[in-house]
């Protein structure tokens, strides 16, 4: 009897990983905060731990874009900060979700920085992207985080890139809006995207690439790893960029459980049963176990308030790597918002790595 319980539950907390975690979904998350003012320059929030974080945020609405900086005043109910419109018009009552892509659009809107359609021909079907050509031989390759509508996710660094001649690919992958599904239509968090890295880096080669830099951002960093260690066009990577990346996906997963109240053993069952039904191979996504395979230079960009990749083992995994690596760690960044909380460090922290290892034009 209670071995019968124990499958249901197992089989329950599988299905949860599944909706959590392999589900494609869009990236904003959390609820939207009131727009109680906005004129000359300036907009009114209510207070919420969101609208009162330091940095630079979009403020999503239905029918606008806009972003906030400076923080100008906070009372107990509202935060004032300095705000531009992007695009329509954020109207009192509006209810905003607080984005940390920070920007809408497309290269051209957001920066007026010209760039091509990409149609990326994978293994699956063709996937969409953004490619904008640069003097440099050295092309950089971005791979969004999670949600399916990421390509925005790339306008915070893509403008330092092309002021320092890279030439940049930013690539939707399977089951993103703009991308072909999967069979499953499921996130295998680079068990199977790693072959849509393959892919665009296939075809920067045949647009006249010599070799590449790969920037992953949280999940991203994950297919960027599977790529590493399956593609045969590794050698090709003269780098690789890591924003708070899942080294260790079964480690994300069981965090996640036991602050869900899941008991461990449950956990333990969901997951392996997860293993069954969904094809996830935990040992394969477990990077620092797999730390000896890496062999290309490494920045790895954490936040001490990342509560998805513990920023610790973020440093350990760079530790493990020794002088291919270079670890920075942004005290006041959570997950994937390190650029928001600090602009000028994050971005003179990837041109300098990169004007470094790259060298110069």
């Known amino acids: 009897m209670l071995a019968a319980v124990w499958l249901v539950l197992g089989w329950f907390h599988a299905n949860q990983i599944r909706s959590e975690f392999l589900v494609p979904r869009s990236h904003l998350a959390g609820p939207p905060v009131e727009v109680v003012g906005n004129e000359a320059g300036r907009v009114l929030l209510e207070r919420t731990e969101a609208s009162e974080r330091e940095g630079t945020w979009g403020l999503r609405g239905d029918t606008a874009y806009a972003q906030m ?72 390759v971005f791979i969004h985080g999670r949600g399916d509508d990421r390509l925005t996710e790339s306008l915070r660094l893509i403008p330092g890139l092309v002021e320092d ?88 997963v069981t965090s996640w459980s036991a602050a869900s109240g899941t008991p461990r053993i449950v956990g333990w069952l969901g997951r392996r049963l997860a293993t069954a039904r969904f094809a996830i191979d935990w040992e394969e996504l477990d990077q620092p176990s797999r730390v000896e395979e890496f062999d290309v230079p490494m920045l790895l960009l954490a936040g001490g308030e990342d509560a998805i990749t513990d920023p610790d083992d973020t440093e350990a995994f760079a530790e493990a790597l020794g002088e291919q690596a270079t670890y920075e760690r942004f005290e006041q960044a959570a997950h994937t918002d390190l650029w928001n909380i600090d602009r000028a460090r994050y971005e003179a922290t990837i041109r300098l790595w990169l004007a470094a290892v790259i060298g110069p034009e």
Request: aromatic share 8%.
């Open 69 to 140: 900086s400076t923080i100008v005043r906070i009372d107990d109910a509202i935060v004032e900060r300095g705000v531009t419109t992007l695009d329509g018009e954020v109207a009192v009552g509006d209810a905003v979700l607080i984005d940390p892509d920070a920007f809408t659009g497309d290269p051209l809107t957001a920066h007026r920085i010209g760039f091509e359609e990409l149609i990326t021909p994978s293994d699956i079907g063709p996937h969409q992207g953004w490619f904008i050509d640069g003097r440099r031989p050295t092309w950089v």
């Open 165 to 252: 001649g890279y030439p940049v690919m930013v690539t939707s992958y399977r089951n993103d809006v703009g991308a072909t599904p999967s069979n499953s239509g499921l996130r295998t968090w680079g068990l199977d995207e790693w072959r849509d890295v393959e892919a665009v880096v296939a075809l920067g080669q045949r647009k006249g690439a010599r070799d590449f830099v790969l920037v992953g951002s949280g999940f991203g960093a994950s297919i960027v790893s599977m790529f590493l260690h399956e593609s045969d066009l590794v050698g090709n990577i003269r780098a690789v960029v890591y924003e708070s990346p899942v080294l260790d996906f079964e480690d994300v």
